[in-house]
């Protein structure tokens, strides 16, 4: 606002219909150039006047929502709506603010009401598309996300949401298709990658995804994501274990949603770690010092906490962290590489529990010999893996097209016996489902001897 403009509201002398409109437009460009506190100011100046300017109130709201204020912009654009209802693209941001706050029938309702306004708006059946798969309303999402790609064959991101709706129907040709169609029309586009790789996976189609990553990591030669899933899909260059960036990213992607996508897969490896530790310990007395390594989300923690005098949780993942945090129960958390964090505490830890970690470990000499350095004498380490048999591996442990690795029982006892931990239990478990099929795994208890020297 310039110093004109300035006067005249001090004045008290009321702006014409031409300055509102002014601000206005200057409010948007501001906005749009991501001076959001002058575009605010500007939105405020136009409502103090008119205080039924639907546009106003309609930016105001996006800008709220740039915010992530998305219950003050939910306020601020309906007040828009019920001032004009016909406004197709408050509609369609009032979805988007919606999905926001996880109200997604509600959002595609507003969806809907965008479509019925402005049945060219690609955005709006694109967004009814993505709302609809995420809450099961598979024919619909179809629809929707197939009208998305009519209006806008161009569209990639268009075709990567019909893939995922034919993905959600059972259409693995279907999305297959419409994957390829996405990077056919932007061969940068990451999620693709990402989502084709996970359905070849699920069809074991390893000849295909080597393709995919090697097309992948041609054009990002720095991406770690690439490069260890073209290693797990071609068997070349295998490395000993995932990259620490490559775990911290797609555990940080994955922390807001963990618990409900654990849930989906019917996850148990904490539980039967407890169970297997109540058998090896006797019941709880509060008198360890536990180490929860790679605690995620902190599910182990209030299962850990009665053995616990004091409880740490160690994650590569400050998202995941975070969520631990949140969750409570925890004297301790600390965001750091595990293997190196064990080696640098000698003799502090009585117990030290691993539920689906190791499965981004090949080579778990280096864990073990830290393991039990880091154990006190007569100390406990228990860890879930998933299983491959003898006669698959020659050297005890495959990377697979998940991009997890599987141990053989074999490997597991001769490893544990060299790095100098006694193996007390190794058992068959079902850590969680996969694929609506149970995943083969084993619960291990090993313990450091009281005589480390005979």
Not at 6 to 14: H, M, T
Request: with cysteine; net charge negative; hydrophobic share 45%.
């Amino acid at each position: 606002m310039n110093r004109k403009q300035r006067r005249a509201l001090a004045s008290g002398a009321g702006p014409s219909v031409e300055q509102l409109a002014q601000w206005l437009q200057q409010a948007i460009q501001a906005q749009q150039r991501g001076q959001l506190s002058e575009a605010e100011a500007l939105y405020r100046q136009v409502l103090q006047r008119d205080p039924q300017q639907v546009e106003a109130l309609h930016f105001l709201g996006v800008l709220a929502a740039q915010r992530s204020q998305h219950e003050a912009a939910a306020e601020l654009i309906r007040r828009a709506l019920e001032l004009n209802p016909q406004y197709a693209d408050a509609w369609n941001n009032l979805g988007n603010v919606l999905t926001a706050l996880k109200q997604p029938e509600e959002a595609a309702d507003a969806y809907r009401r965008t479509i019925e306004l402005a049945p060219a708006n690609v955005g709006a059946h694109g967004n009814l598309g993505v709302i609809l798969t995420q809450i099961g309303q598979i024919e619909e999402a179809v629809t929707a996300c197939q009208q998305a790609t009519a209006l806008a064959p161009g569209w990639a991101e268009g075709h990567f949401n019909l893939a995922t709706a034919w993905l959600a129907q059972g259409d693995y040709v279907g999305a297959m298709v419409a994957y390829q169609e996405a990077l056919r029309l932007n061969p940068d586009h990451l999620r693709t990658y990402k989502a084709l790789g996970l359905l070849f996976y699920k069809l074991n189609r390893r000849e295909d995804a080597a393709e995919l990553f090697q097309r992948w990591l041609e054009r990002n030669p720095d991406d770690v994501a690439a490069r260890h899933m073209l290693a797990a899909s071609s068997g070349c260059e295998v490395p000993g274990r995932a990259a620490d960036d490559y775990v911290q990213t797609i555990f940080d992607d994955m922390a807001d949603d963990f618990d409900q996508h654990l849930q989906r897969l019917a996850y148990q490896a904490p539980a039967l770690i407890i169970q297997a530790v109540a058998a090896a310990l006797g019941p709880p007395n509060g008198s360890l010092e536990v180490l929860d390594a790679g605690c995620g989300t902190g599910l182990c923690g209030p299962l850990l906490r009665p053995y616990a005098h004091r409880l740490t949780g160690i994650d590569l993942s400050p998202g995941m962290v975070e969520k631990a945090r949140a969750r409570g129960g925890y004297d301790e958390l600390i965001v750091a590489e595990l293997t190196a964090f064990l080696a640098e505490r000698p003799a502090t830890c009585d117990l030290i529990v691993s539920a689906d970690t190791l499965v981004y470990f090949g080579d778990l000499q280096p864990l073990f010999v830290a393991a039990a350095t880091a154990l006190r004498p007569g100390g406990w380490l228990a860890f879930t893996v998933e299983e491959i048999a003898d006669a698959e591996t020659s050297v005890g442990f495959s990377l697979e097209l998940s991009g997890r690795y599987r141990h053989s029982q074999t490997y597991l006892r001769r490893t544990l016996a060299e790095t100098g931990l006694t193996l007390a239990t190794l058992e068959p478990v079902t850590p969680r489902m996969e694929s609506e099929r149970p995943v083969a795994g084993l619960l291990a208890m090993a313990y450091q001897p009281t005589l480390v020297n005979g």
